[in-house]
């Protein structure tokens, strides 16, 4: 049983667990119409139950909680909703800085500060099924807040939902996008081609940069060597691969274990011989 400590609006709520004294925050449709504090209340079956004992990168939940409106609450309430529907379980204690979040990108559209993310594109590429997802909130803030958002707060938002679905942190999510952007520009400098940004290998490429970056940061490490095929097989690709490799490891502040070395090469390859394009 909980105790309602204060109604947000008719669809949210902050309650108290009876049993443990702990708070909580409930959203759902209809959640708290009609309610008041100091009442009992039971948790409905489509409600979604929060606890305020997070803490997250934009601070603690709780803070949020009193700093940010209701309906930014709602609508990353709904945003992993949907994400709940393709994914399976996610984490909801991203809620919080999402809507964080939400809410600063509102302030700022409302003040004609929209900003640019030059990772974008390839966030809607890296995160292709949490950005189809993160595009839900297009309409909910149109509706709501009479508030048109474009394709770079959309890219922050797909962000979430990945750290929703794995662990890993929203700066974590930026700074392996940033990786990517990064390893696909200098490969692109060393060519003096433009690699095709439609094309299959640059796909593979931009994802085999993406977990390259990830075993680097949690330390797992590949057990087929082919280091010695690939630089004898396409010595240039690994060469420039090396050169990648390190600079990823600076960017990360952590080592890049040599045997990425070869498979990165490989991907290389491919869009260095297959499907690059002239400018």
């Known amino acids: 049983m909980y105790k309602i400590k204060k109604v947000l609006n008719h669809n949210s709520m902050l309650v108290i667990n009876k049993d443990n004294n702990k708070e909580y925050l409930v959203v759902g449709k209809g959640a708290a119409f009609g309610k008041k504090s100091g009442e009992d209340v039971e948790i409905r079956s489509g409600d979604t ?21 209701p309906v930014c609450l709602e609508l990353a309430n709904e945003v992993l909703n949907k994400a709940e529907t393709v994914f399976g379980q996610v984490d909801r204690s991203i809620l919080f800085p999402m809507a964080d979040h939400i809410e600063f990108a509102v302030k700022r559209i409302k003040k004609h500060e929209q900003i640019s993310n030059p990772l974008t594109d390839d966030i809607r590429v890296l ?27 959309v890219g922050y938002i797909a962000l979430h939902i990945h750290s929703a679905i ?8 930026m700074q392996i996008a940033r990786v990517v952007r990064d390893c696909i520009s200098l490969v692109e400098q060393k060519t003096q081609k433009k690699i095709d940004i439609m094309s299959l290998s640059y796909n593979r490429l931009m994802n085999h940069v993406r977990y390259m970056a990830a075993r680097a940061i949690s330390g797992e490490k590949l057990k087929l060597n082919m280091n010695d095929y690939m630089e004898v097989k396409f010595p240039e690709e690994f060469k ?3 050169i990648v490799c390190d600079e990823i490891g600076r960017s990360l502040k952590c080592k890049i274990d040599k045997v990425e070395i070869g498979y990165l090469a490989m991907h290389i390859s491919r869009v260095t011989n297959d499907e690059i394009t002239n400018d």
């Open 49 to 69: 139950l929060y606890s305020l004992q997070e803490v997250t990168e934009r601070g603690d939940a709780m803070e949020i909680v009193q700093t940010v409106p």
């Open 127 to 153: 995160f292709y099924k949490e950005y189809k997802v993160a595009q839900c909130i297009i309409p909910m803030l149109l509706e709501r807040l009479g508030v048109e958002i474009d394709e770079h707060e």
């Open 166 to 173: 794995n662990d890993e942190k929203v700066s974590q999510s």
């Open 240 to 242: 420039m691969a090396a």
